[in-house]
């Protein structure tokens, strides 16, 4: 589909870009490609007219009045970096801004203070993959976050980045934009968390963060979306990995009416490792479309997938998860895996895991299944005097365990363990959250 | 390089085996593709109105279509028109025994291995023998006819069974449904029909062999196979095709319709002539092959083996809507040199309690390029359906690829779904188990490549489970040691 009305270059005008910048460049790649069809195979199972409608904000969607949010006191140190429709906000945010080697400002000072390492890596990850929203990204991007790791920089205590909504124009998508750079042997955490402030209005992003790990260098990346009926999601992260640096993500999410996203890694260097985990539990009309493509580039370098999904009521999910082995890659261990589970008859499950392979000494593996959930299992619980609705949540629960279990940051694990108990229901049998709480405090 | 990598090396040198040209007279229409050709050869064969309707219509949709370019397989484009898209052996007198055969005719038995009288005694197959499009003789017949089966070929039962064709032929794979089933639709030369009655098992496996003989000409097959109610069949379909430099198309379609508690077996052995070892010339294979389990436990049961071919495209396919109805699907694809193989399966459930299955097993070598692509759909309806898919791949050398692309759609709760797949190597440490036990090291890797296929290998007959190892170890020859 060719952009056909004239919306996105009005708007492009009004931002007045050099003809010769990088936004212009990437805004005419993205008129000529146009929003993507379903007839695009990266986007089969998901209908993006909703997006069709909005234009990307550019000033002005700021509000006016400073929201109050709660605290999300899940953490007990942290850094906290508040971005309002999808731009840095200085006043919510508290933060060292240089606290052991790690630097944290918004995009707009970065340019000028950290201008070689911006230049020599913003928007350089997206050269080789042609996306849309992506593009716009780039085109539209309003000042986000940077956050850069000296060589050697250990953090000492996680990085929460909250993305809120809060009377976001009608009908404008915020087109979000962070760079992450972690120089050799740093180590850093980030949160991410996303709620929207206003009851009313919708909170529609195209976020696009690209990360950099340098030789050695360990990233964490927890992702929280937990969102009622007004949320819509475009969320592109791409990394780049260089030799022995580890990267470890999860994505957790809960409800969303509409969430992509999009992850793509590519293991550059030896011994490069890649853990990717995900629950997505879609309730309602709640749509979530998981696309993970992990590219090893080189030889002896390791990536494991584990997605879990949950689908209830009329929600649809998507999982497409692809492991790619470049020539000459050998040695190389991969590990793919998608469970769900549909609990009500209108739910919709749409998996792909794909496996393409140039190299002859691998290991790779994958396995998605689908199910319902275990009979045996329910009267196993029901013959303990567990109501039999109960033992379904309890089962959904235990199923879920595998993903949360392995989130690394204890403080967050507990808190998604909470968020679990609280929206399946089942205080009075969380033995478990009041276990590991008492402990805790 | 490590030594099971040299061994691979070795053996990827094996030439085309069955390379060879019968010179037998052939009668062969000009090249192109137009109106006046798709009247021709329906005025050739003398087929009746309707068909040459429905001939007409799917080119009329041919026309308008685009060629598809999705699969994971690289080739030069197809010029249509330089195609000739009828070719027939001259000689078209009946025959009545082997005697009266062209000795050209029986020599090529020979070269192929199947000694027709032997097997006519020994084994019990009935064999239709395709040549170039068009059927020669078909043996067994009397015998078959006894039960009420008709097994012939298609532009004969066009003649002798107007009503039957008519009632089923494009009810699976209706000409719209994909570009080169348009295609075949429009210009189809020959094939089988087969109809098994009611409550009839069929007593032997019915089995065609077909060569591509004529040079540059396409092949367009068709096979149609009904079996009514609480009827079994088992048929066979090998193919061998002498050595080429040009690429040559074969768009086959095969449609098997099952009623109630009936059963179809399809096994295909397919070795046709795959380039040379710079990849040049090599048969394109764009086949359409699905079938119907139309009634309540019916069953339909694909098993392939895929070692020849250039570029292969292929997906045989069970539509599974009669409740209790089971699909299958058993495949080896093995690609050598700069083969290219994009197959797989779609299993579309409807009806309650559906069950299916898939083993596919990838092998590839050399240059090749092999994928499994596969659509596993669990429709609103089809309450309490399974599904169990496994695809295996190796891999011998290091420039070839391996890739696995599968579609999971599932809209019931009730379904169980379950796929795995694996892309592994032959470990240096079987090897060396094989070679400890006295094997060389050509027979540990046909013993180990041989482990790996045995669930599929063991789905089929067994004459052909025999002719399906030999083939294996030909195509990997010089690429294993």
Redesign the interface.
């Known amino acids: 589909m060719i952009v056909s009305d004239n919306k996105y270059k009005d708007q492009f005008t009004l931002l007045n870009k050099k003809e010769n910048s990088l936004e212009a460049k990437a805004f005419a790649r993205f008129e000529k490609m146009g929003l993507p069809t379903r007839k695009s ?1 990266v986007y089969r199972y998901s209908n993006l007219s909703y997006f069709k409608n909005l234009s990307p904000s550019i000033n002005g969607n700021i509000p006016h009045k400073i929201p109050e949010y709660f605290s999300h006191d899940y953490l007990k140190e942290k850094n906290v970096l508040v971005t309002i429709n999808g731009i840095f906000s200085e006043s919510l945010s508290t933060y060292e801004e240089e606290e052991n080697g790690i630097y944290i400002s918004c995009m707009c000072d970065a340019r000028k203070e950290f201008r070689d390492i911006v230049e020599s890596h913003y928007n350089e990850t997206s050269k080789d993959y042609p996306d849309a929203f992506s593009e716009m990204n780039t085109a539209f991007a309003q000042c986000g976050i940077f956050i850069y790791a000296k060589k050697n920089a250990l953090a000492k205590k996680p990085i929460l980045i909250l993305h809120l909504g809060y009377a976001q124009a009608e009908a404008s998508l915020a087109c979000q934009r962070n760079l992450i750079v972690l120089e050799e042997n740093s180590k850093l955490e980030i949160i991410e968390d996303y709620l929207n402030l206003d009851e009313e209005k919708t909170f529609n992003i195209n976020h696009f963060s690209e990360y950099f790990l340098k030789a050695n260098s360990d990233l964490r990346i927890n992702i929280y979306q937990e969102e009622e009926n007004n949320f819509h999601f475009i969320g592109n992260k791409f990394f780049e990995l260089d030799r022995d640096s580890r990267l470890k993500l999860s994505a957790l999410n809960f409800d969303g009416k509409f969430v992509r996203n999009n992850f793509r890694v590519n293991l550059n260097g030896e011994n490069a490792e890649a853990t990717l985990n995900g629950i997505f539990i879609n309730e309602n009309e709640d749509h979530t479309d998981s696309r993970i493509l992990v590219k090893h580039n080189a030889p002896n370098c390791q990536s494991f997938q584990t997605f879990k999904g949950i689908l209830n009521h009329q929600s649809t999910a998507v999982f497409n998860g692809k492991v790619y082995v470049a ?2 890659a ?1 040695k190389t261990n991969a590990y793919q895996s998608n469970k ?1 589970i ?4 209108e ?26 959930l275990d009979e045996n299992a329910i009267f196993y619980a029901e013959s303990r005097g567990i109501p039999r609705e109960k033992a379904k949540k309890l089962i959904v629960f235990a199923f879920a365990q595998e993903v949360v279990q392995a989130i690394d940051n204890e403080d967050f694990k507990n808190f998604i363990e909470r968020r679990l108990v609280h929206q399946l229901d089942l205080a009075e049998y969380s033995t478990y959250e009041s276990v590991q709480s008492g402990i805790k405090e | 390089m490590t030594k099971d990598d040299q061994i691979l090396e070795e053996a990827t040198s094996g030439e085309y085996k069955y390379g060879f040209t019968s010179n037998i007279e052939q009668e062969i229409a000009a090249a192109g593709l137009s109106e006046e050709l798709v009247r021709f050869i329906s005025a050739k064969k003398n087929e009746p109105e309707w068909l040459l309707a429905y001939r007409l219509k799917a080119f009329e949709i041919w026309q308008k279509m685009e060629e598809p370019s ?1 699969a994971h397989v690289n080739y030069p484009k197809i010029d249509f028109q330089a195609i000739s898209y009828y070719a027939a052996p001259k000689d078209r007198k009946k025959l009545n025994s082997l005697d009266e055969a062209d000795p050209e005719l029986l020599r090529t038995y020979e070269k192929l291995g199947i000694p027709i009288e032997e097997q006519k005694i020994l084994a019990g197959v009935a064999v239709d023998f395709v040549m170039d499009s068009e059927s020669v003789f078909t043996s067994f017949k009397k015998q078959l006819a006894e039960v009420g089966i008709i097994f012939m070929s298609i532009s004969e039962a066009v003649q002798e069974y107007p009503e039957l064709v008519k009632q089923y032929l494009g009810t699976v794979v209706p000409p719209r449904d994909n570009f080169y089933a348009a295609l075949n639709s429009a210009v189809f030369s020959d094939g089988s029909f087969v109809y098994i009655p009611k409550g009839v098992r069929c007593p032997m496996e019915l089995s065609t062999y077909f060569r591509i003989n004529a040079e540059n000409t396409g092949q367009f097959e068709r096979t149609l196979i009904v079996a009514e109610e609480g009827s079994y069949v088992s048929y066979l379909e090998g193919c061998t095709a002498p050595q080429r430099d040009e690429n040559q198309l074969h768009a086959a379609i095969v449609e098997l319709i099952a009623m109630d508690n009936a059963e179809i077996k399809y096994s295909t052995v397919q070795n046709w002539y795959p380039g040379d070892k710079e990849g040049k010339g090599g048969i394109f294979n764009f086949v359409t092959k699905r079938g119907l389990c139309q009634g309540i436990r019916s069953k339909i049961s694909w098993t392939q083996v895929e070692t020849g071919s250039a570029v292969t495209w292929k997906y045989p396919s069970c539509i599974l809507k009669g409740d209790y109805s089971i699909g299958e699907f058993y495949s080896v694809a093995v690609t050598n040199n700069y083969q290219q193989a994009d197959t797989g399966t779609k299993m579309i459930h409807i009806g309650k309690n559906t069950r299916s299955r898939i083993v596919s097993k990838g092998i590839s070598a050399g240059h090749s390029e092999n994928s499994y692509r596969g659509l596993v759909q669990i429709n ?1 309806t089809a309450e309490n359906a399974y599904n169990y898919s496994q695809c295996d ?1 190796m ?31 032959i470990g240096e440490d079987q090897l060396f188990y094989c070679n400890q036990r006295g094997l060389g090291d050509e027979e540990a890797v046909h013993l180990i490549v041989n482990g790996f296929c045995k669930e599929v290998f063991k789905e089929l007959p067994m004459e052909f489970a025999v002719e399906a190892q030999k083939l294996l170890e030909i195509s990997l020859e010089g690429s294993v040691g």
């Not at chain 1, 549909?342 to 008859?345: F, K, N, R, Y």
């Not at chain 2, 709760?413 to 892309?423: D, I, N, P, R, S």
């Open positions: 195979e020539e000459g050998q769900n549909l609990l009500s008859e739910a919709v499950i749409n998996t792909k895991p794909e496996l393409e392979i140039y190299a002859n000494d691998v290991k790779c593996s994958h396995g998605a299944t689908c199910g319902q | 999705w609103k791949s891999l011998m050398g290091e420039t070839c690829g391996a890739h696995t692309f599968p579609y999971l759609e599932i809209k019931n709760k009730t379904a169980k779904v379950e796929h795995e797949a694996t892309t592994s190597k």
